[in-house]
């Protein structure tokens, strides 16, 4: 299993998407399911409006857990992915299926100095909520692209009241680092040759979901 100071980089791709809506993202191994949970609806653009769940292999993992779904609360993310290659599905809003795969690229060393999570790469808009998922997502485009659709002046004031946010790589790692000072958990320790043989690697977050806003539903 990673160290407690290891960093996930992570390619996260909205399925089914084209062209293709990704980010790549780093963030803690050790970081919790609900605080990944709001980290991907930073980094993707999503407004944490709608219920979520991950799987694995096995198990799928929900923050109201019934028969068929597990606790998320106590998962960590590198109790799920250990090794490059593994890749976990992550699901947003269950009545328009927002299905993502994130997979681990590479297991780096923390540094000192840089925080977490960070946004690093990506591609393309997310697309807007509660459009009927991707099937309606490519209808609304399509609609969009042709004034003289019957619909195309209700879906267009739709999207005008919207809003819809552009890929923005500089405003998303705004959105991070609001998010992670505010769930802050703990500081990691490392050993170092001080006197006191102890300092604390700074800007490497784990996020507190008791801390964070619940606006899910």
């Not at 807007?128 to 609609?143: A, F, Q």
């Not at 703990?186 to 964070?212: C, F, M, Y």
């Amino acid at each position: 299993m990673p160290k407690i100071a290891s960093v996930y980089q992570l390619r996260v791709s909205l399925i089914e998407s084209e062209p293709e809506i990704w980010r790549r993202v780093l963030v803690p191994a050790d970081i919790k399911l609900p605080g990944f949970h709001l980290v991907l609806q930073a980094a993707m653009g999503w407004r944490n409006c709608h219920l979520h769940m991950f799987r694995d292999a096995g198990h799928a993992y929900s923050p109201i857990p019934e028969d068929l779904f597990l606790d998320e609360k106590s998962v960590r993310l590198c109790d799920l992915l250990q090794e490059p290659g593994q890749t976990l599905e992550y699901e947003y809003d269950m009545g328009d299926s927002w299905l993502h795969i994130v997979e681990v690229e590479q297991i780096l060393e923390a540094k000192t100095g840089k925080t977490y999570p960070l946004c690093i790469d990506g591609v393309n808009d997310c697309p807007p909520e509660d459009c009927g998922g991707m099937p309606g997502y490519e209808h609304l485009l399509d609609v969009l692209s042709r004034p003289k659709h019957p619909e195309h002046r209700d879906l267009k004031r739709w999207m005008d009241d919207y809003e819809l946010e552009p890929f923005d790589l500089t405003a998303i790692n705004r959105r991070l680092s609001v998010l992670a000072p505010k769930t802050l958990k703990k500081k990691i320790s490392v050993k170092t040759s001080t006197t006191r043989k102890k300092t604390t690697r700074r800007g490497v977050w784990v996020l507190d979901p008791r801390k964070a806003g619940k606006r899910a539903r």
